[in-house]
């Protein structure tokens, strides 16, 4: 794709919107705002919002872009009034790779959705009433699913100040409520069944590791879930703990690109490693126990529920992820889980989570049926707030740097 620059060699400012939602950061835009190219799926889109975000980057912080250096801050978000009647707004999610040029289409950043409500509010994309809690209807477009996003609104306007605290963020903020309805895939989705071997556990032979037993589970995003202890590790691991250990973090990526083989949604273990990095996402839990957070935040074991650490893209993610959330609060509601087995009995309804940084409390929805279990809903609550509206600007391309960015 050639980005249009103008005499000055410049290239053209697209109108965007950076939005820290939950524990993560990304660039939005609404879909009509991009190049015409770019408002569909396809090389062209992908190369611009690489070009956007920063990557590829050999050096890892993307400082000629807007990621930040990290799976929390490298990600996009393409909005658009929706084409669904039982909808208000479409939301496509873009899990940008720092260090290669892949953009991962096949999941959703459960963070990042509750800015989704406030960016179509501000923007126009949908009808509000002046005062008073907001329910914006989204349609998430990469897993297929309804969510809905409380919003507190006064005088038209969204309120982004409040006391919520969300551990991982700094600063409080006005609580969003988000609903992630029937989060289960099945069948007729495009996603598969939520439990897509079948099974509650399964044992995925990874060699050189050996044969790790594991919980897959479609819920929210794919995910899988396995003991710390399996692994030779406690569950209350710092991010530097992980991070800093190559090794370690080959070990993991191995277990979960075997665990999206498994599952049906890559044809080899590089495949899952190279083109998919989102998804599925990788956890190892443990029951809870004191533990200390980032920031030197004391937990105790009492305060929480369960104990787990999880991956994003290849790293160790400095909080939890909002559909790793999702994820779990279903795989606990599932009796001889990982999950269910891991966390304090009689939690299987509203369990609060030990993560990096703190605690986060999800509740569940769930029901027994004939086929299986169903979840009907997961609750969890999140804040945003616009860090800046402006232009962004992809930067000048030469046929050079055009031909090495889409290699």
Known sequence: M???NNAFGDATPIKATYMRGGTSKGVFFALDDLPPAARVPGAARDQLLLRVIGSPDPYGKQIDGMGGGSSSTSK?????????????????FGA????????????????????????????GLMDTPPEGMVAVRIWQANIGKKIIAHVPVVQGRVVEAGEFVLDGVTFPSAEIQLEFLDPGADEAGSGGAMLPTGRVLDHLQVPGIGRIEATLINAGNPSIFVAAADLGLRGDETQAEVNTHPELLDRLEAIRAHGAVAMGLAISVDDASRNRPHTPKLAF??????????????????EIDLLVRIMSMG???????????????????????????MRRPGTDKQIRIGHASGVLSVGAQAQQTENGWHISKVIISRS????????????PQTEESESSLGS
Do not use: Y
């Not at 839990?285 to 937990?299: E, N, S, Y």
């Not at 939890?320 to 606990?332: K, L, N, P, R």
């Open 285 to 302: 839990l443990a029951p809870p126990q004191d533990f200390i957070a980032a920031g030197a935040k004391r937990v105790t074991a009492s």
């Open 384 to 395: 945003a707030r616009r860090l800046m509206v402006g232009e962004v600007f992809p930067a």
């Open 96 to 123: 940008v790779s720092i260090e290669s040029a892949v953009i991962d289409w096949s999941g959703n950043c459960g963070n990042l959705t509750a800015a989704v409500g406030p960016f179509a509010i501000t923007h």
């Open 2 to 4: 050639k980005i249009m």
């Open 76 to 92: 996009v978000a393409l909005l658009s009034r929706s084409t669904r009647s039982d909808c208000d707004v479409d939301f496509l």
């Open 315 to 341: 790293q160790m993610h400095h909080a939890m992820t909002g559909t790793g959330a999702v994820a779990i609060a279903a795989a606990a509601a599932i009796p001889n889980t990982v999950v269910a087995r």
